[in-house]
């Protein structure tokens, strides 16, 4: 299959992570805005052409007060710095329609490498003719490497919140 381009179809795609809270659970969110640029062969990523902006006032933990907290100069400062970008630098194929994604990361003003395991979950039509793609995708960032260094001590030890943030990813797209 040759390379295309393909829209993504953000009512059938979600973008949703989890952080530790108090050392002993995961709070869970997602980002209800975002768009991606995608050329690529389905079948074979390693040439693709990937990028993804993320509204970072999308973010939803199904708490308003936390969601204003997030947005605040305390985390994100949305003002300031309104996406989360993905460029996509590096791709290479681990076999059977596996991926290990490298790509520059731009969150709060700054830049890093970060690699995310991308499958090809399959190609087919949809009942009125459209092509349709799918992937799934998984990393984690350190929220520390972007300056997001929020945090409180907890009288029994530890901290409020892991720097560790869990990253999942389905997108279903369409052939533009």
Known sequence: MAKSNWAVD???SAIDFSVKHMMIAKVKGSFHSFEAQIAADPEDLTTADIAVQI???????RNGD???HLKSADFFDVENH????FTATKIVSKGDGEYAVTGD???HGVTRPETFDVSFEGIGKDPWGNEKVG???TGSIKRSDYGLTYNA???TGGVLIGDEVK???EIEAAKA
């Open 10 to 12: 953000v009512s059938h």
């Open 55 to 61: 509204d970072l006032s999308s973010i939803d933990t």
């Open 66 to 68: 936390r969601d204003g």
């Open 82 to 85: 309104p996406k989360l970008l």
């Open 105 to 107: 990361v731009t969150l």
């Open 135 to 137: 992937f799934s995708a």
């Open 153 to 155: 001590a907890l009288e």
């Open 167 to 169: 990253i999942s990813i």
